[in-house]
């Protein structure tokens, strides 16, 4: 029943997501709210030039819908989906706001092709996640960490703070590195909610699991309009939201440990490029990769993007069903 459930709620999410999906684009482009690319980029993602951004609008828009309706539903004595996910939504509207300042900065303010300047954005994204963390520990208390396997919970005391701070930050910015080629984001995030998905189903966290399906179902009605060539591009509006609220699903089952590998794509991105960084500083100018995130590198090496995106989401897949493996022992 409570599997039946989750499915039918990513159905319902993917449908709505191509409904929505469709004048979403058309007023992007009235807008014309379209990518700026970056001079130091990849050479071929000159064709990607203009093409619409802030599509993660369809995906925060439908699971907000969803989640709110599903919420409301418990006035009528159904108990479809508990307060506990409220959490979750909020960190991403929070986060989904702060993703459309940076877009629309980047594309209409003042650093038109750059956004919102780094510092800040990284400080606003730290203040949101520490409330977030407080939220989690004291209103929630959800487990500080469960040994996969084990089934045990291991308390973190005063250190769960700053964790649940730095895994929802640095999944935030992981997803935004790897939103780089058509349709990567977009599938692998679906495959890394789809097993948290699964985890919290077969731990009866069956609230948290339907809202991770709903986001699925929400990521396949974007992939729509987002696989190559992409119509839409979902921008830091999506990238940074789905980032930060699939480190909160993590945590809320307490087997955010698995993060490494069920999210592989995602952090094997952040850590190229913070290998990158600090090779080129003590190198004095070399550089450890082609380009970085590690997607570029590839780029250069001569796969297609469809290459890239098919391989990596294949590394992605595995990496979802041994994260559901070792959860479950």
Known sequence: MEASLALALSGLGFILSVIWGGPLLKALKHFK????????????????????????????????LVTVLLNAASILGLNLLGRSVLLPLSVMIAYSILGAIDDWEGIRGPRRGLGMRARTKFILQVILAVVTAFILKNTLEVPDLIWPGLNIEIELGIWYIPIATFIIVA???????????DGLAGLICATAFAAYG??????????????????????FGFLWFNVHP????????????????????????GHWILLPIVAIIPVSEAVSDVLQIVYFRITKGKRLFKMAPLHHHFELLGWSETQIVQRFWLIGLLGGILGIAIALG
Not at 39 to 59: F, N, Q, R
């Open 33 to 64: 709210l379209g990518k700026i690319i970056r001079v130091e980029g990849p050479e071929s993602h000159i064709t990607k030039m203009g093409t619409p951004t802030m599509g993660g609008l369809v995906i925060v828009g439908t699971v907000a």
């Open 171 to 181: 999944m935030s910015n992981a997803v935004n590195f790897t939103d780089g080629l």
């Open 230 to 253: 992409a119509m839409m591009i979902m921008g830091d509006t999506g990238s940074l939201a789905l980032g930060a609220v699939l480190g909160v699903v993590a945590l809320m089952t």
């Open 198 to 219: 699964s985890i919290a189903l077969m731990n009866g966290n069956t609230f948290v699991a339907r809202f991770c399906f709903t986001v699925v179902g929400a990521l």
